[in-house]
């Protein structure tokens, strides 16, 4: 079956400028997480969802970040204003519940120029 | 503060040859231990969870242990391939609500023929 999809898988935009990624997640996983993955490091947590719950926000690094799950399906992560150091990969992971195993999407690169 | 510890940072072997990665964890309270391995430019991809009553479980040539009172893990790859190259990340999640995950740094893997 399809697996998570993000969108797109390659974005360039000016500092200062906003911009939406977008992640699919697998038809029936409740719960959904973006990670970022900026040049050199680890996956750093940033937001969860599960089912119609509040979402954990508590890895959001700042106020330009948010993120909303519409239908409790897709997903978009909005970056306002957008800085240098916002450049990395955005991936989005989906479970079947929360305990379960995470899989993974392909990712989107984020560049600020 | 939770935190995960991989080493080494990155390997070199030969096509064939055997490795193994280590991992250290402080995450609490533990729920689980994943082993991913993530190909350049893709999402990381599972391939072993472990729970606190498991201390070994098997993915083809991959081969990961727990022991959950030094709080270490350990992925073992047996035989080599090129296919092998990536990095292989340690994910730890805890019994918290959303089953935060706590990430490795990674190991670079690297098989040459």
């Known amino acids: 079956g399809a697996g998570v999809s993000q969108s797109p898988s390659n974005k360039v935009t000016e500092k200062g400028k906003d911009v939406e990624l977008r992640c699919d997640p697998i038809s029936g996983h409740t719960a959904l997480y973006w990670y970022r993955q900026s040049l050199g490091q680890g996956l750093e947590f940033l937001i969860y969802?599960?089912?119609?719950?509040?979402?954990?926000k508590s890895g959001l690094p700042s106020d330009r970040f948010s993120a909303e799950r519409t239908g409790g399906s897709v997903s978009t992560l909005t970056i306002q204003r957008t800085q240098q150091e916002d450049s990395a990969v955005y991936l989005c992971a989906s479970s079947t519940i929360p305990e379960g195993g995470q899989y993974f999407g392909p990712g989107t690169r984020l560049t600020v120029t | 503060k939770n935190q995960v510890e991989q080493s080494p940072q990155s390997l070199i072997i030969l096509e064939g040859k055997n490795c193994t990665l280590q991992?250290?964890?402080?995450?609490?309270?533990?729920?689980?231990l994943r082993w991913y391995k993530q190909d350049t430019g893709r999402g990381p991809v599972s391939l072993t969870i472990m729970t606190f009553s498991e201390n070994t479980k098997s993915n083809g040539r991959y081969t990961a242990t727990l022991d959950a009172d030094t709080k270490q893990s350990s992925l073992h790859i047996t035989a080599s391939q090129l296919s092998d190259s990536a990095s292989y990340i340690c994910?730890?999640?805890?019994?918290?609500?959303?089953?935060?995950?706590?990430f490795g740094g990674g190991t670079r893997v690297l098989v040459k023929p």
């Open positions: 991992c250290n964890y402080t995450v609490s309270p533990f729920s689980n």
């Open positions: 994910v730890v999640g805890t019994k918290a609500a959303g089953n935060k995950l706590t």
């Open positions: 969802f599960q089912g119609n719950s509040a979402p954990d």
